[in-house]
């Protein structure tokens, strides 16, 4: 149907694969980040970084990552930090997405190759309005994260002086690409645990940034009505989804962690309620904490590992296997119990394609996961579920640790680098990136048998 209806030469521009082309866009700025943080100007001693770590740095901010093996603050100069908050900016908003706006703003014509580009960086069918769409997507971007700046620069004055005032907003962009880079010292969050300011400031980045660009323009669309019905279907599985995981995350952490005297043990009960709800927030793909994780119980790693491989929403600036996917598998699971054909939530039917496509990619990101987990099992000596953390926490491109990144060998440095790659451009991509292209569909049905289950 597609190659009757859709013009010969567009048919010309998608079998040059744009997966691929997306996906070795990505691949290109991490290579140019890898060279120039390797520079001896990128590091605060003026020396130069280490291939392995600097490659590590440059994908983990462009995959918007934050997993690091070096110290963020102590580590890079003022340069070198530039260049991750920009590589962070080109991962989190989309370089497709990026470059696009730069053509638009010097008044260059956005071809067709570049719309197809840009409808899979941005995540939308089809290319109607999507420069419009484009632009909204930047101005909501860069809005959000100047307003978070300066709440950033306010709470961060007190405790690092006037260096507040350019850090504030590194941190903002960060944080709402869902970075988990920490642009000042790691210990300071521990101490504003209790601090409500800089708690709600950032949960709010993180949410807004991981929620989706479509969801959001939608609510945003829908604000004077306020009425849930109106909204589109992917908004309300995305908003339902997203509030039950964190409530869900938070009494858990609440009840598991309440008595633990290197956690939440010797906070005030305020305190341990803040932190309970932001540490089920960052596992949005965030990766900032307020409380050590490497002190956390093996039940909360675990849980953490869950939220963080669910991640945000499609089209965000968040990883995972997305929200969105997850709550589709279990909606088409629940039909084995209301004995129904078809899929169904809030008075609508999910297509089957979306269906088998949301089950696929959850399949394929825990095949991922479970094969780089077992090769850090095989070369590392650390405990199995610090390392299940670690690679989900980079295929999740949350940023979140144990404190074992910078301990790990070479080998299992580069197999996080592959994975965070594929993290940030998605398992779908990377399949679509070398599978061969498929044939057009042959009037030809073949016979129906079962298979036991």
Same mark, same amino acid.
């Given at each position: 149907?597609?190659?009757?209806?859709?013009?010969?030469?567009?048919?010309?521009?998608?079998?040059?694969?744009?997966?691929?082309?997306?996906?070795?866009?990505?691949?290109?700025?991490?290579?140019?980040?890898?060279?120039?943080?390797?520079?001896?100007?990128?590091?605060?001693?003026?020396?130069?970084?280490?291939?392995?770590?600097?490659?590590?740095?440059?994908?983990?901010?462009?995959?918007?990552?934050?997993?690091?093996?070096?110290?963020?603050?102590?580590?890079?100069?003022?340069?070198?930090?530039?260049?991750?908050?920009?590589?962070?900016?080109?991962?989190?908003?989309?370089?497709?997405?990026?470059? !696009?706006?730069?053509?638009?703003?010097?008044?260059?014509?956005?071809?067709?190759?570049?719309?197809?580009?840009?409808?899979?960086?941005?995540?939308?069918?089809?290319?109607?309005?999507?420069?419009?769409?484009?632009?909204?997507?930047?101005?909501?971007?860069?809005?959000?994260?100047?307003?978070? %700046?300066?709440?950033?620069?306010?709470?961060?004055?007190? +405790?690092?002086?006037?260096?507040?005032?350019?850090?504030?907003?590194?941190?903002?962009?960060?944080?709402?690409?869902?970075?988990?880079?920490?642009?000042?010292?790691?210990?300071?969050?521990?101490?504003?645990?209790?601090?409500?300011?800089?708690?709600?400031?950032?949960?709010?980045?993180?949410?807004?940034? %991981?929620?989706? +660009?479509?969801?959001?323009?939608?609510?945003?669309?829908?604000?004077?009505?306020?009425?849930?019905?109106?909204?589109?279907?992917?908004?309300?599985?995305?908003?339902?989804?997203?509030?039950?995981?964190?409530?869900?995350? !938070?009494?858990?952490?609440?009840?598991?962690?309440?008595? *633990?005297? *290197?956690?939440?043990?010797?906070?005030?009960?305020?305190?341990?309620?803040?932190?309970?709800?932001?540490?089920?927030?960052?596992?949005?793909?965030?990766?900032?904490?307020?409380?050590?994780?490497?002190?956390?119980?093996?039940?909360?790693?675990?849980?953490?590992?869950?939220?963080?491989?669910?991640?945000?929403?499609?089209?965000?600036?968040? %990883?995972?296997?997305?929200?969105?996917?997850?709550?589709?598998?279990?909606?088409?699971?629940?039909?084995?119990? *209301? *004995?129904?054909?078809?899929?169904?939530?809030?008075?609508?039917?999910?297509?089957?394609?979306?269906?088998?496509?949301?089950?696929?990619?959850?399949?394929?990101?825990?095949?991922?996961?479970?094969?780089?987990?077992?090769?850090?099992?095989?070369?590392?000596?650390?405990?199995?579920?610090?390392?299940?953390?670690?690679?989900?926490?980079?295929?999740?491109?949350?940023?979140?640790?144990?404190?074992? !990144?910078?301990?790990?060998?070479?080998?299992?440095?580069?197999?996080?680098?592959?994975?965070?790659?594929?993290?940030?451009?998605?398992?779908?991509?990377?399949?679509?990136?070398?599978?061969?292209?498929?044939?057009?569909?042959?009037?030809?049905?073949?016979?129906?048998?079962?298979?036991?289950?």
């Amino acid at each position: 149907m597609w190659q009757q209806h859709t013009p010969h030469h567009v048919q010309q521009y998608m079998q040059q694969n744009p997966y691929r082309l997306l996906a070795l866009s990505f691949l290109a700025v991490m290579m140019v980040g890898t060279l120039l943080l390797m520079l001896p100007i990128a590091s605060a001693e003026g020396q130069g970084t280490a291939l392995v770590d600097a490659a590590f740095t440059a994908v983990s901010c462009v995959s918007v990552t934050g997993l690091a093996t070096v110290d963020t603050y102590y580590h890079w100069s003022l340069f070198g930090k530039i260049i991750m908050v920009i590589l962070i900016q080109l991962g989190g908003l989309g370089i497709v997405s990026f470059t !696009t706006i730069i053509a638009s703003l010097f008044g260059r014509h956005v071809g067709l190759r570049n719309r197809l580009l840009l409808s899979e960086d941005v995540g939308q069918d089809g290319m109607k309005g999507l420069l419009h769409v484009t632009k909204k997507l930047t101005i909501y971007t860069l809005v959000i994260e100047c307003i978070g %700046g300066l709440l950033y620069v306010i709470q961060l004055h007190p +405790y690092i002086g006037n260096d507040a005032f350019y850090i504030g907003f590194m941190q903002a962009i960060s944080t709402f690409c869902n970075a988990g880079f920490v642009f000042f010292d790691n210990d300071l969050p521990y101490k504003m645990v209790g601090d409500i300011l800089f708690n709600i400031n950032t949960m709010l980045l993180i949410v807004i940034g %991981g929620f989706g +660009y479509l969801a959001a323009f939608d609510i945003w669309s829908h604000r004077k009505l306020r009425r849930f019905d109106d909204l589109k279907l992917h908004t309300k599985i995305m908003f339902v989804g997203t509030v039950v995981l964190i409530m869900l995350g !938070t009494i858990l952490f609440l009840g598991v962690e309440w008595a *633990n005297p *290197n956690t939440f043990g010797p906070l005030p009960i305020w305190n341990k309620v803040m932190a309970a709800f932001f540490q089920s927030v960052t596992p949005r793909t965030a990766g900032i904490a307020t409380v050590d994780y490497n002190q956390l119980h093996p039940i909360t790693l675990f849980v953490t590992i869950i939220l963080m491989f669910i991640g945000a929403g499609p089209n965000s600036t968040g %990883g995972g296997v997305k929200i969105s996917t997850v709550m589709v598998a279990i909606l088409s699971s629940c039909t084995l119990f *209301n *004995n129904r054909s078809h899929v169904e939530a809030f008075g609508r039917r999910i297509s089957m394609v979306t269906v088998l496509k949301a089950n696929g990619i959850i399949f394929l990101s825990i095949l991922l996961v479970l094969l780089a987990t077992c090769y850090l099992a095989w070369d590392e000596p650390y405990d199995f579920i610090r390392l299940l953390f670690e690679v989900t926490s980079a295929f999740g491109t949350v940023g979140l640790t144990t404190g074992i !990144t910078p301990d790990l060998s070479e080998g299992s440095k580069w197999v996080l680098i592959l994975v965070m790659f594929t993290g940030r451009v998605g398992v779908m991509t990377v399949i679509g990136t070398w599978a061969l292209r498929t044939k057009p569909n042959k009037p030809i049905s073949y016979a129906e048998e079962n298979v036991m289950l």
